[in-house]
């Protein structure tokens, strides 16, 4: 959690909702902002350890960002059509995987645990959408380091290994993947 996240939780409130549309949302009704992101310090390949961890979330799934995502991008009926939906083998309208997977891409933008590091993206393995989305549903992630392999034939970066699990309300994963980034050493070492 970052630090506004853990003195919210510490005054005994709870920590703001993540609204897949309008971005992170205050659980108390006193600030209706967009939550800044707070980083004290840029990581680097260099810093982290197999096993760290980062949390993520919470995401709130609505059905009218669902529909409207699905829409745009994944238009069956599953995503875009509740009376189609209500009909169907899931019972209702379900979030398409790729808007599950886009809005846990987001929160790792906006919760930058990394800081300012620059990372590229080089490959997702094992992604699984293991359980419908629906709204209504509350999403978590657990971002895990599993690898880090500084590179051979460039001591100026590596790649770095990470699992991503997407958990939802209910603490059932509902996504999961594992996500192969390029990351700088840090400056100097």
């Known amino acids: 959690m970052i630090q506004r996240e853990m003195a919210i939780v510490k005054a005994g409130r709870r920590p703001p909702v993540h609204d897949s549309a ?43 960002d669902i529909i409207r995502f699905a829409r745009e991008y994944d238009p069956q009926p599953m995503h875009i059509d509740p009376e189609t939906a209500a009909d169907g083998r899931f019972g209702g309208i379900i979030a398409s995987g790729w808007h599950v997977a886009s809005v846990v891409m987001r929160d790792f933008v906006e919760n930058a645990p990394f800081g300012d590091t620059p990372l590229l993206g080089l490959k997702i393995d094992d992604l699984q959408w293991r359980l419908a989305v629906r709204p209504g549903d509350v999403l978590h992630i657990v971002r895990e380091v599993i690898d880090i392999a500084p590179s051979r034939s460039k001591p100026d970066r590596g790649v770095l290994t990470m699992r991503m699990t997407v958990t939802n309300q209910d603490d059932v994963v509902v996504m999961s993947f594992v996500n192969l980034m390029q990351m700088p050493v840090r400056p100097g070492a």
């Open 22 to 64: 309008r971005g992170y949302l205050p659980s108390d009704a006193s600030a209706r902002r967009p939550m800044e992101t707070f980083m004290s310090k840029s990581l680097f390949l260099d810093d982290l350890q197999i096993g760290q961890q980062w949390h993520g979330g919470p995401i709130k799934m609505t059905e009218a």
